[in-house]
Structures are given as structure tokens and as C-alpha cells.
């Protein structure tokens, strides 16, 4: 049923696209062309519906993994409906490209040393759905009608139901066999995979409908009681990660600005999950199954806001993106290695008063975010011993100590074997060794006929000689 809005809002849509043609002779290239050096687009899958799951990566390797640069990602725009997100993460994607080419120090340096990558829309047929109606209630689901929020494994109860054991695990928990049989939305396995396939240390997922940042765990400890404080063993980097972007929000962290249903229990603009609604979201399954860290920033009171508000959520975000990637570089990382100086993956690094380990990667190397102080770090793997190093750790940092361990063979200890034997479970039955890695994927400009139309502001990222948009925010 179309009704006289709708189709108003199709002719107010279509006057959109097409009059900055007219009205802004701008010279405009796609970011992709812009940035060759440092930027690259890819595609992690596709929706229900068959739009791309489109993804702009930022580094001086774009493409590449380098060793001892932390992988950064940004989500928005999860809840179809909630859309500042996505605009907000296409301006960060357009404003990375002019700054670095400017040569903007601190930008260029971030780039340098890190690898970005941002996905404005995860839920695209939401999306679609949600302007189409143009009320912010339609196109919070998928097309499937999945929140995808509460679509991923809930590890959270998993590891609430071990806590009574000796020596129990808060990371690396593999996923239940279970939750294959129940309805896996195809958003939800692709940003799954994509998660599995790079080792990110940081993220943050952008959603709407409140102002605050919310950090782990998001699943109280006791289903049925809300507002349960409930922090993981990492509380200390957590809070630190979520302060870092509201403190450097300009309105976040201030009493006034407050709105939605965090409002009693946010603190100076952030808020334990779990205290303020409690479901097993992506940022719990990022941290208990990979070694990334994820928090969930609520960017506005209204999901839908007017177009005239984007820029200015913009510039009370700016800062705080930035801050916020920055924060990759806090605590220590290294590689660890054996007598011979071969790498060794899948190595433990224990940190003394913190249950929860990061594990090295296929070159030996790691990232473990800590609080500024003194820690004691250990590394261990089977089959080798351990090596223990005490670090001490400034207020300010800009760039993660550089911490490396030599390991020694040793005869295997039965008693250390993990009783899991996690690796055995991740092959006994898990889907995504059935599917190759996102990298091999189809590249999504070829067979474009095929495909369904792409979201309006995908031609901006590759397409040369694109219409210009209105939100370009520095022309050249
Ligand atoms: C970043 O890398 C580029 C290319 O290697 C180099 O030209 C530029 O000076 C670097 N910028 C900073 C701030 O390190
Ligand atoms: C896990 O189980 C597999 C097969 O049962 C075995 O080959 C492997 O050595 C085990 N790994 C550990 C760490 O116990
Ligand atoms: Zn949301």
C-alpha cells in the first residue's frame, strides 16, 4: 500500500540524488580512487535480500595484515532503523581519506600504524525497509525479522553456568552446536566470519535511540533480573575504552544530555550492559570467542533523525572515533617465539588478576589491552614453559609496549591439556570451515547485473564519476 508520503518521500529521495549534480560541479572521485594508497573496499557477505555487506578498510597496506598493527572495526547501523551510525561511519570513511591526504599528522599516523575497517550498514534490508516507511519503528530487524543483536551465540550464559568450576575460561569459549540448528540470520554470519577471519583487537558497534556507551558483559548474570551489574574480568580496560569515547564525545558525558531508558544508571556516559538491559549481544560474543574487544555506542536520542542533524552528530563525534581508535595502541603487544625464533600461534597471554586471555595469532603475535600500572604478564603454550614478564605502563600512551616471549620446549604436562580441547571442537562441527574466507570472495564489482541494487552510497566508494555527496565533507 503506497501511500501519498511514500511516494513523496520517493520524488524528495529522488530530488536528493539528483540535485547535486546540478547544483555542486565538484571534480568528485570515489574514496577507493582517492586513496588508493590507503584505502581499499570489500564485500563480507550479503544480506536476505542480497544487498552487499560492504566494508572500507583504511591502512598504508590496504588488503594486507601487518604484522604488530591492531585491526580496528566499526559497525552501524545493526538496527536498520537506527541510521546515524551508518551516515556517521561514511563520513569517518570520507574524512580518513581527505585528512590523510592533507597530511594531517595525527590521522596519517593512525593510519600508519593501524588497520580500519568500517562497515556503515549491517543490516541494509532494515534499512531500506525503515526509509521506505520513513517512521523509525519499521526496519529494526532483518528481512528475516532476526534482531540481529540477539542473533549471535549467547557464550555470556555459557560462561555463567562454568563459573562455579576451577579455573574456568572467559575467552575463546567455542559455540554451541546448538545454536547452528536455531535460525542464523545471514547478517549475523557474515559479520561472524568476519570477525573469525581478522584479528581485531578493538571495535565498536553504533546503534540509536539512546546517548551513552555501553560496555560488557550485556547479559546479566540472572536472565530475569534486569539492571545487574555484570563486568567481565576485564572491567578496568572496558570502562577505560568506553570513557575514552564519551569523554571525548561533546555532549556524552554530561548530565543534560541524557535521554532514553539509561538515564538512571549511566555514569558520565557509559554503562555496564548488563545494568541497563541484558541480552547476549555481539559485543559479549566478540569477547568470550575472539581476542576482541567491543563496546556499543548509542549515538542519539532520536534513531531517525532530520538529514540537517547528520553533520552536526558528526562533529560531536569526530573526536571521539578518533580517540577512540587511538585506544588500540594502549597496552602491550608482541610476538611470542621459540628457542629457534619460530613463531608459535595460539600461545596464551595471561595477564595476573585478570581471567581472560588473548591467544597469539598464526605469526606468533598478540595485542592485550590494559590500563595504564603495573602488570604481570605471562605466556604460555603447550608443549613449551612459561615465561613471565612484569610491565609498568604510563597514564599516556600512544603507542602499545612492545612485549616479546621466548618459550622453551618443555615435555608436554598432561595436567595443563586443555580439558576442552577447544581446537577439537572448532573442527568436530563448525560451519564456518565449510566456507571460504572472505578474501576469496566474489569481487562485488564484477557480475553487477546479478546483483540487487546497491545501498545509494556505495557508488561514492567505488564508482568513478559518481553523483557528489551532499555530505563530501572537503572537496579538492
Ligand atoms: C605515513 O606513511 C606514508 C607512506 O609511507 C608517509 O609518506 C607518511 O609520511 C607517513 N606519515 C606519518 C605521520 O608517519
Ligand atoms: C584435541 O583432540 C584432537 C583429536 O581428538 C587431538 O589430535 C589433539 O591433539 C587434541 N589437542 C589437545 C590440545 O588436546
Ligand atoms: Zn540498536
Not at 35 to 50: F, N, V
Not at 68 to 84: A, D, Q, R, S, T
Not at 310 to 315: A, E, G, I, Q, S
Amino acid at each position: 500500500r503506497l501511500s501519498i508520503l511514500s511516494r513523496l518521500w520517493s520524488l524528495l529521495l529522488l530530488l536528493h540524488l539528483l540535485l547535486p549534480r546540478f547544483s555542486l560541479p565538484v571534480h568528485f572521485t570515489t574514496i577507493e580512487d582517492r586513496c588508493p594508497e590507503i584505502a581499499k573496499t570489500y564485500s563480507i557477505g550479503r544480506s536476505l535480500e542480497g544487498r552487499e555487506l560492504l566494508v572500507i578498510e583504511f591502512s598504508n597496506n590496504p588488503g594486507h595484515h601487518e604484522l604488530l598493527e591492531p585491526e580496528i572495526k566499526f559497525i552501524g547501523n545493526m538496527h536498520g532503523n537506527e541510521v546515524l551510525g551508518r551516515q556517521l561511519l561514511i563520513y569517518l570513511a570520507q574524512s580518513l581519506c581527505s585528512e590523510y591526504l592533507q597530511g594531517d599528522e595525527r590521522i596519517q599516523t593512525l593510519v600508519n600504524t593501524s588497520r580500519i575497517h568500517i562497515l556503515p550498514s549491517m543490516n541494509p534490508d532494515g534499512y531500506e525497509l525503515a526509509v521506505s516507511r520513513l517512521q523509525e519503528r519499521m526496519g529494526r530487524n532483518n528481512a528475516q525479522n532476526i534482531d540481529l543483536n540477539r542473533n549471535f551465540p549467547d557464550l555470556t550464559s555459557v560462561v555463567y553456568n562454568r563459573r562455579r568450576q576451577k579455573g574456568y575460561r572467559t575467552d575463546h569459549i567455542p559455540i554451541p552446536d546448538y545454536y547452528w540448528f536455531g535460525k542464523v540470520a545471514p547478517e549475523t554470519y557474515a559479520v561472524m566470519k568476519w570477525i573469525r577471519s581478522i584479528p581485531f583487537v578493538l571495535s565498536a558497534s553504533f546503534h540509536g535511540g539512546d546517548l551513552v556507551v555501553s560496555y560488557p558483559y550485556d547479559m546479566s548474570k540472572h536472565p530475569l533480573e534486569h539492571n545487574m551489574l555484570s563486568p567481565t574480568p576485564d572491567d578496568k580496560v572496558f570502562k577505560l575504552l568506553a570513557r575514552t569515547y564519551a569523554k571525548a564525545h561533546e555532549t556524552m558525558s554530561s548530565e543534560n544530555s541524557r535521554c532514553g531508558s539509561s538515564r538512571s544508571v549511566s555514569q558520565k556516559g557509559t554503562v555496564n550492559g548488563a545494568q541497563w538491559s541484558s541480552i547476549a549481544g555481539m559485543q559479549d560474543f566478540n569477547y568470550l570467542h575472539t581476542n576482541c574487544f567491543e563496546v556499543t555506542v548509542e549515538l542519539g536520542c532520536d534513531k531517525f533523525p532530520p538529514e540537517e542533524e547528520l553533520f552536526l552528530v558528526w562533529h560531536q563525534n569526530h573526536e571521539a572515533l578518533i580517540d577512540f581508535m587511538e585506544a588500540a595502541h594502549r597496552g602491550i603487544s608482541g610476538i611470542v617465539k621459540d628457542e629457534g625464533g619460530n613463531a608459535i600461534p595460539g600461545a596464551r597471554i595471561s595477564v595476573v588478576g585478570i581471567r581472560h586471555d588473548v591467544t597469539t595469532g598464526e605469526n606468533g603475535e598478540y595485542w592485550r589491552l590494559l590500563t595504564p600500572g603495573i602488570h604481570v604478564v605471562s605466556a604460555s603454550a603447550l608443549g613449551y614453559t612459561k615465561a613471565i614478564k612484569k610491565v609498568h605502563l604510563p597514564q599516556r600512551m600512544h603507542t602499545a609496549g612492545r612485549v616479546d616471549f621466548f618459550l622453551q620446549k618443555a615435555p608436554l604436562d598432561l595436567d595443563t591439556l586443555d580439558p576442552e580441547n577447544v581446537t577439537d571442537s572448532y573442527a568436530r562441527f563448525d560451519p564456518f570451515n565449510q566456507y571460504e574466507r572472505y578474501m576469496l570472495m566474489a569481487d562485488p564489482s564484477q557480475n553487477r547485473e546479478e546483483r540487487l541494487e546497491k545501498p545509494w552510497w556505495w557508488s561514492y566508494f567505488v564508482l568513478p564519476g559518481g553523483t557528489t555527496p551532499t555530505w563530501l565533507l572537503r572537496h579538492y
